[in-house]
Nanobody, 122 residues
Framework: EVQLVESGGDLVQPGGSLRLSCAASGFTFSSYAMSWVRQAPGKGLQWVSG????????SYADSVKGRCTIPRDNAKNTLYLQMNSLNPEKTAIYYC???????????????WGQGTQVTVSS
């Protein structure tokens, strides 16, 4: 059974940092590109960041560039999202997702996690 389990979501103050994790199982993690996608209250899905299967390629949405990194550990089948300088606009449910093709659209992702809530508020 394929599973993507996110963790690390929390209530954090503006300006704070948070590291999200996504534990993968049931598929060959190192063969898939991985992404983080978020959904803010009342809004649609927004792609945040992606990383190639080997970790050699990364990409970030303009809204997070310079304030996020997306490392992965293929030995541990785990994806991360390190977020710094958080502001209330980053409040959302954050999902990790797997795709066989690097750079494909969100609608084409193969597997999704259940999400983890990030709330940025004072």
């Amino acid at each position: 059974e394929v599973q993507l389990v996110e963790s690390g979501g929390d209530l954090v103050q503006p300006g704070g940092s948070l590291r999200l994790s996504c534990a993968a199982s049931g598929f060959t993690f190192s063969s898939y590109a991985m992404s983080w996608v978020r959904q803010a209250p009342g809004k649609g899905l927004q792609w945040v960041s992606g990383i190639g299967s080997s970790g050699g390629s990364t990409s970030y949405a303009d809204s997070v560039k310079g304030r996020c990194t997306i490392p992965r550990d293929n030995a541990k089948n785990t994806l991360y999202l390190q977020m710094n300088s958080l502001n209330p606009e980053k409040t959302a449910i954050y999902y990790c997702a797997a795709s066989t093709v690097w750079g494909t659209s969100v609608s084409e992702y193969n597997y999704w996690g259940q999400g983890t809530q990030v709330t940025v508020s004072s």
